[in-house]
């Protein structure tokens, strides 16, 4: 059954793709984790890149997200069940927490800016379990900022037939069922103003970038420098002359945006300490 159940998942996948010039990054679905890459945060004792990249206003942009898929889980489905349906498993002493399949998972990213869309692999984004896949967020964006992008998870698992045990009366028939709906991750995408540039060529660097110490912020030019957090609280602000080395107790961990400025110019970049 196993096998026929997977040949038409293959078929299924076969039928639809083709409609995201995406593919999964082998990186990502070599873990084994279920769940949207890559990661908006560390995750312990995995040295994974974060975040999506940066875009600039009126360039294209072009970023691909990871899905890997589900297969079974444990859960309490309780909540998911009619009040009379936990009732009568409590009475016949039997557990709400079980092992269910999971049937299909539909991804949903929410957020983007104007001028940015995204592609699944499959064009209903519904992947069937175990069935990895991706996102293909692109466009031009037309609008600048920082935006959250959430990516939503729509997870239908498949409940088995509850029966009360010996008498095999029916509690509950098998049935599918939705798990409401949730983020699987959630990204801050900085669109830069690139109308404020001089030139799109940035004339400072940050590295290194993600960061779990220190980093270097280089510059060809005197400039005045600026570092917030996502709060948008200034934590960090110097002029400095061609280089400097910060370390992460003087601004602490998380995401920040630099701002890097003269008369005539200003650059914005999104920096990550771990």
Same mark, same amino acid.
């Given at each position: 059954?196993?096998?026929?159940?997977?040949?038409? /998942?293959?078929?299924?996948?076969?039928?639809? %793709?083709?409609?995201?010039?995406?593919? &999964?990054?082998?990186?990502?679905? !070599?873990?084994?984790?279920?769940?949207?890459?890559?990661?908006?945060?560390?995750? @312990?004792?995995? &040295?994974? @890149?974060?975040?999506?990249?940066?875009?600039?206003?009126?360039?294209?942009?072009?970023?691909?997200?990871?899905?890997?898929?589900?297969?079974?889980?444990?859960?309490?489905?309780?909540?998911?069940? @009619?009040?009379?349906?936990?009732?009568?498993?409590?009475?016949?002493?039997? !557990?709400?927490?079980?092992?269910?399949?999971?049937?299909?998972?539909?991804?949903?990213? %929410?957020?983007? &800016?104007?001028?940015?869309?995204?592609?699944?692999?499959?064009?209903?984004? %519904?992947?069937?379990? !175990? =069935?990895?896949?991706?996102?293909?967020?692109?466009?031009?964006?037309?609008?600048?900022?920082?935006?959250?992008?959430?990516?939503?998870?729509?997870?239908?698992? %498949? =409940?088995?037939?509850?029966?009360?045990?010996?008498?095999?009366?029916?509690?509950?028939?098998?049935?599918?069922?939705?798990?409401?709906?949730?983020?699987?991750?959630?990204?801050?995408?900085?669109?830069?103003?690139?109308? /404020?540039?001089?030139?799109?060529?940035? *004339?400072?660097?940050?590295?290194?970038?993600?960061?779990? !110490?220190?980093?270097?912020?280089?510059?060809?030019?005197?400039?005045?420098?600026?570092?917030?957090?996502?709060?948008?609280? *200034?934590?960090f602000s110097e002029k400095i002359i061609n280089n400097i080395k910060i370390n992460k107790s003087e601004i602490g961990s998380g995401i920040f945006?630099v701002e890097i400025s003269d008369n005539n110019s200003v650059e914005k970049h999104k920096l990550i300490i771990n």
């Amino acid at each position: 059954m196993k096998k026929i159940l997977l040949f038409l /998942s293959l078929t299924f996948i076969f039928i639809t %793709q083709g409609f995201s010039q995406c593919n &999964p990054d082998f990186i990502f679905t !070599s873990l084994g984790l279920p769940g949207v890459y890559p990661p908006a945060i560390q995750i @312990p004792n995995l &040295p994974l @890149p974060l975040g999506i990249a940066d875009g600039n206003l009126g360039s294209n942009y072009s970023q691909t997200l990871t899905l890997v898929v589900l297969e079974d889980t444990t859960m309490d489905v309780g909540f998911l069940l @009619p009040t009379a349906a936990v009732a009568a498993m409590s009475a016949a002493g039997i !557990s709400t927490t079980m092992t269910v399949d999971v049937n299909h998972v539909t991804f949903d990213v %929410q957020g983007l &800016p104007n001028g940015l869309s995204s592609q699944c692999d499959i064009a209903s984004c %519904q992947y069937p379990s !175990s =069935i990895d896949g991706c996102i293909q967020l692109s466009g031009i964006p037309t609008v600048a900022g920082t935006f959250s992008v959430p990516v939503d998870m729509t997870i239908n698992i %498949q =409940i088995p037939a509850i029966t009360v045990p010996v008498i095999g009366t029916v509690i509950f028939p098998a049935t599918p069922l939705d798990i409401p709906t949730f983020s699987a991750q959630t990204y801050d995408l900085f669109i830069s103003d690139a109308t /404020s540039l001089k030139n799109i060529d940035f *004339r400072s660097k940050i590295y290194p970038n993600p960061s779990n !110490s220190d980093f270097t912020i280089e510059v060809n030019s005197p400039m005045n420098l600026i570092i917030y957090n996502n709060l948008g609280q *200034r934590v960090f602000s110097e002029k400095i002359i061609n280089n400097i080395k910060i370390n992460k107790s003087e601004i602490g961990s998380g995401i920040f945006i630099v701002e890097i400025s003269d008369n005539n110019s200003v650059e914005k970049h999104k920096l990550i300490i771990n």
